[in-house]
């Protein structure tokens, strides 16, 4: 069964595109997260910086245009600092529901940039990796009787 995580795929993806890259994340805690998971994965040569939008992932559902606006905002930042970053990893999932009007907002302050959206990201990388028959050689097994249990009645 091929495997892929969202981050991993969108540092995998930063990485082939072969240029200095960004990460912008929601807040604090994301800016000291996301360098130690781009350090684990050997890629911290190629990170120049990473911003916080100054969000939470939750503001995505009820004031998505405020957070591109954020979010764009964080961006242009980046840029301004470190004009070598041509790659832009949104570092939350959920920034999936905006990732269009982001990379709208970012050709209006006419950024010439790849934002990378780490959930589609995701999905494209297993694609990929199911139709080159790509398998994970790691033994595991699912305990299917979990998601009949009273506390995962919601999964059924």
Request: charged share 25%.
């Amino acid at each position: 069964i091929p495997v892929a995580g969202a981050f991993e795929s969108a540092i995998e993806k930063a990485l082939q595109i072969g240029e200095p890259f960004g990460i912008i994340t929601t807040d604090d805690a994301g800016l000291l997260h996301e360098r130690k998971k781009v350090q684990a994965l050997g890629a911290s040569d190629l990170l120049y910086d990473v911003e916080k939008a100054e969000t939470r992932v939750d503001e995505i559902l009820y004031s998505p245009q405020n957070v591109v606006s954020k979010v764009t905002m964080a961006i242009d930042k980046m840029i301004n600092l470190n004009p070598e970053i041509k790659t832009v990893i949104l570092g939350c999932t959920g920034m999936f529901l905006i990732i269009e009007d982001v990379r709208k907002a970012v050709k209006e302050i006419n950024l010439d940039i790849t934002v990378i959206e780490p959930f589609a990201n995701c999905l494209k990388t297993l694609e990929e990796r199911i139709k080159m028959s790509v398998n994970t050689h790691i033994d595991c097994c699912i305990n299917y009787e979990l998601f009949n249990s009273d506390d995962f009645k919601w999964f059924n």
